[in-house]
């Protein structure tokens, strides 16, 4: 689980200062998002299948003698409900929530580390859930865009992006949501230029950054007047 | 009676104001169902096998192992043997499976064997094109007479540009849930044509299944920009394997397929000189340029010069040039965000060298851009105070010292608009609930929003008075969302249904309130007498004299509320890091007509989303392909860029709206905006460091490039 302790997303609060070198490339210095794709997650999973030891040590019950690569049992505590799946070790967090939950809200779109459309909050700090295994993700808080209102209420942070008219296709937006979130809940009154350098590990393809710096500013204002 | 005119300013009360999209909660809570989102009882997710080769001949094909799978349901064969591909990523075989997991194993299990043949990607090299017989001259085009206008000029610029192939990128990749119900087809279609796509899923003889028992539903669709107006081929399997499977079936593009096969835009490079007297009048222009579409033969033909068609003397000519490359789509704007590069950028080149501002010297030239001449000298007036142009603007090369040079450019664009086909319907019910239903489609621009704003101000109604029905093939058809024709069709045709739903209403209620329907209005939620509030009835109670039947209204497109062609002009800013190639967007100016403007909210958002996407297309954007392997270098998006957050510098949008502009009615604002950044940028950069970045996407580079080619000159 060593890897958890490693930001995956470059909105972590725990990502070295980013330094915007690389000439011009987004990058998160100190990490690079190749090290984090996919592949390097499959490596991860290979070797944990390969050792039951590992899978123990993690806090994962196996089967005695079966350690994949069929499915084995998989505890996920999401939006503060344990739930119990039988994935292949192979599934990501992503595919998990996505296709054995039904909670659509986070998207897959690059499904390598690059676009944040799939992000969700892992123990208080974002992830791309795309590249952690849903296996990786047991014994963690997650937290998905679905957990963060109450049925038919808003999330100031999502009110701010309706208002200021952040989004357009909207695809992006649950994952913008949940980095803004995540954003805030760490550095609660960010400047505007903060919070610009801060978000970059999102993307967009309809343009929608204008509203969400508009957004991210007041969702940081009305916030300190109260949480959901 | 109600009238279907447009509302003066005076008598709006939601037209023209700033409302926020009423599917914003249902998207920013994530609580929004995509096509990709979709997930019915006993789903079978479908991957697909594509081929590995620019062309080749498929000369053997074995499925038996992917279909001898445990979980694996059905396989559908696009192309097999004896078949051509055409591309990377041509479609081969698609195999639907319990999971996406094992979907992907068994396409690893599935054996082809292919005779690789001739390729050729590499679009750059024209003469290698047309040694292979790739390269058709589409058309060529003169007026006046070129050689005696450039005898006439007495300064003379000649230059090279190009922009690549694009693609769309569309986050949502293409893809569609297909479920049959009996002998009824059910699909959940990312798409931009709703009401077209029944038409299609019938032609296919294997699917056997006429148009009338097929259900398209698509409420949110993550993005499309031009690229998914039919069902294509892996559309119908998604179809096919379901009916083979008898259980419901998803396939959507990978991130790969999505670059490498759903939609480019083409390429257009050609070498240019033009002439002008030394007061900088145009006076001739020559071009020769080419572009590829991938395999068809498309081209811009007839848009060279861009908008500047009034040069006297000029000659263009462009060829076709046929690549192994993913087929062409039509890209926000098709063609001339590629036209406005090449112009805009040949012509600004031409001011440098007579020494003379781009603002003075297009202005001086705008007699020769036709029928919007005098609102493009608006428009740049306007966007120079924004961009304080004057102060910011410095003759070519930026002195001031460091390595960080900043410059300003700027461009014009036009684009038609008007409206596709289009009918709604309007409900009014006994107990005063509203329906307004039309098949079509919201592409994140704000249709379902226009369409409620319109009907709720017909009405007299609050927004929330009224329910819109999108999305749905079982409503009335409206057409294909492209060409910035989406909100001319259904604001016109909503309007109109409104309308016409109104008047019965209020047949129905004047005799009780002791009048005749042509002196009532409803406003403000009660139906009146027009001009006196107190002889009114609320609309619950009016809506209460129709006893048990609801009133049914339908409207059409009606081109008396709607018009076609806006302009635009656009001023960019920026910084550029000479020694290490890095290009900034610091501040972009975009001032815009588009008629009489709906939603002001929604329509500023398509101008910045514009900007911005323009700022990706300038500095980031290319379909790289490599004539070694035949192959597509970066069809993923770590390497094909898009701007992020910080990358964009500030946008300020003024859009035009005086009476007079209004008074034109409404006119689709999708394409415009996205014209003109490339060029804008692309002259800001050669500002700031002095020589021409002749390619874009105008990456570290290519900048450093031609600051070495500066530097030898």
């Not at chain 1, 986070?106 to 992000?119: P, S």
């Amino acid at each position: 689980m060593a890897d958890r302790d490693k930001p995956n997303h470059p909105t972590d609060p725990g990502r070295e200062p980013d330094a915007k070198a690389e000439l011009g490339e987004k990058s998160g210095k100190g990490f690079s998002r190749r090290q984090f794709i996919k592949g390097s997650g499959l490596a991860v999973g290979a070797g944990v299948l390969a050792n039951e030891g590992l899978l123990k040590a993690a806090g994962i019950e196996v089967a005695p003698g079966v350690s994949g690569p069929g499915v084995v049992p998989v505890r996920l505590k999401i939006n503060g409900r344990e739930h119990s799946l039988r994935l292949q070790p192979r599934v990501t967090l992503l595919d998990a929530l996505r296709n054995h939950l039904d909670l659509t809200g986070a998207k897959k779109v690059c499904d390598r580390a690059t676009c944040g459309a799939c992000t969700v909050i892992l123990d208080g700090r974002p992830v791309y859930a795309c590249t952690v295994l849903a296996i990786e993700a047991q014994g963690h808080a997650i937290e998905t865009i679905e957990g963060i209102a109450p049925a038919h209420k808003l999330h100031p942070v999502s009110q701010s992006f309706v208002d200021n008219d952040a989004q357009q296709c909207g695809f992006c937006t649950s994952g913008f949501v949940m980095a803004v979130k995540s954003y805030l809940d760490h550095h609660p009154h960010p400047t505007y230029d903060e919070a610009k350098a801060a978000l970059n590990g999102n993307l967009c393809r309809c343009g929608t950054y204008m509203g969400i710096r508009r957004a991210v500013l007041e969702a940081a204002t009305k916030e300190k007047g109260g949480r959901v | 009676m109600a009238n279907i005119a447009w509302p003066p300013a005076s008598k709006r009360g939601l037209i023209g104001k700033s409302i926020s999209r009423i599917d914003g909660p249902e998207k920013a809570s994530g609580r929004a169902k995509y096509t990709y989102d979709q997930n019915p009882a006993s789903l079978l997710v479908a991957k697909m096998l594509t081929s590995p080769y620019a062309h080749a001949k498929i000369t053997a094909l074995d499925t038996s192992a992917a279909e001898r799978m445990p979980g694996v349901r059905a396989v559908y064969v696009f192309n097999g043997v004896g078949k051509e591909v055409n591309w990377e990523g041509h479609e081969i075989v698609a195999v639907a499976a319990d999971t996406e997991e094992l979907a992907e194993d068994a396409v690893r299990r599935i054996r082809v064997e292919y005779q690789q043949l001739p390729y050729f990607v590499d679009d750059a090299d024209l003469a290698q094109a047309a040694k292979d017989g790739r390269a058709r001259q589409l058309g060529a085009e003169t007026s006046g007479d070129p050689s005696t206008g450039f005898q006439q000029a007495e300064v003379t610029s000649e230059g090279d540009y190009g922009i690549p192939v694009i693609t769309h990128c569309c986050l949502e990749s293409h893809g569609s849930v297909a479920q049959w119900q009996g002998d009824k087809l059910n699909v959940w279609i990312s798409t931009q044509n709703v009401s077209g796509s029944a038409g299609e899923y019938a032609q296919s003889p294997e699917l056997n299944v006429p148009a009338s028992n097929v259900n398209v539903d698509c409420q949110v669709m993550g993005g499309g920009f031009g690229s998914k107006f039919g069902v294509d081929t892996w559309g119908l399997a998604a179809a096919a394997l379901a009916k083979k499977a008898g259980r419901p079936v998803k396939l959507m593009l990978e991130r790969k397929e999505e670059l490498l096969m759903a939609g480019s835009r083409p390429s257009l490079r050609g070498k240019i000189r033009v002439g002008a007297k030394r007061d900088g009048t145009l006076v001739a222009w020559d071009s020769d340029s080419w572009g590829t579409g991938g395999m068809s033969v498309v081209g811009i033909h007839g848009l060279l010069p861009y908008i500047f068609r009034g040069i006297p003397n000029r000659g263009s000519r462009y060829t076709a040039v046929r690549t192994n490359t993913g087929p062409a789509r039509a890209w926000r704007a098709p063609n001339h965000p590629q036209a406005c590069f090449l112009t805009m950028a040949a012509l600004d080149d031409l001011a440098a060298k007579l020494g003379m501002d781009p603002l003075d010297f297009f202005v001086k030239n705008l007699p020769l851009a036709g029928e919007r001449a005098a609102l493009y000298q608006e428009e740049l007036q306007k966007a120079a105070e924004l961009m304080d142009w004057k102060a910011k603007w410095h003759p070519r090369g930026d002195k001031a010292p460091g390595p960080t040079k900043r410059g300003v450019g700027l461009s014009i664009h036009t684009w038609g608009g008007l409206g596709h086909d289009s009918y709604c319907r309007t409900t009014i019910h006994p107990d005063g609930s509203v329906e307004v239903a039309t098949g079509s489609q919201d592409l994140g621009t704000g249709t379902r929003t226009v369409i409620n704003i319109v009907a709720a101000e017909t009405l007299g109604l609050p927004l929330d008075g009224v329910r819109v029905e999108i999305g749905d093939n079982k409503y009335p058809p409206d057409g294909a969302s492209g060409g910035s024709t989406t909100v001319g069709g259904v604001s016109s045709s909503t309007r109109v249904s409104a309308t016409n739903a109104l008047n019965e209403l209020l047949a129905k209620v004047a005799p009780g309130l002791g009048t005749t329907p042509d002196k009532l209005e409803a406003v403000g939620g009660k139906v009146q007498v027009i001009g006196d509030p107190s002889k009114a009835i609320s609309w619950k109670k009016a809506c209460a004299r129709l006893g048990t039947t609801p009133i049914v209204a339908m409207g059409q497109r009606n081109m008396s509320l709607i018009s076609s062609g806006v302009g635009g002009a656009q001023m960019a800013e920026v910084s550029v890091d000479v020694e290490t190639g890095v290009v900034r967007m610091e501040k972009m100016v975009a001032v815009q007509d588009c008629g009489l403007i709906i939603d002001v909210k929604t329509a500023m958002s398509q101008v910045y989303g514009a900007c911005i996407m323009g700022t990706c297309y300038a500095l980031h954007e290319e379909k790289i392909m490599d004539q070694q392997t035949g192959t597509c270098l970066n069809p993923n998006m770590e390497f094909y860029k898009l701007s992020g957050l910080d990358d964009v510098g500030d946008i300020v949008v003024h859009m035009m709206t005086d009476s007079a502009i209004e008074s034109r009615g409404v006119i689709g604002l999708g394409e415009p905006p996205v014209i003109s950044p490339g060029a804008a940028i692309a002259n800001a950069v050669a500002n700031a460091i002095g020589v021409r970045v002749p390619d874009l996407p105008m990456t570290p580079g290519r900048v450093l490039d031609a600051l070495g080619k500066g530097e030898k000159a």
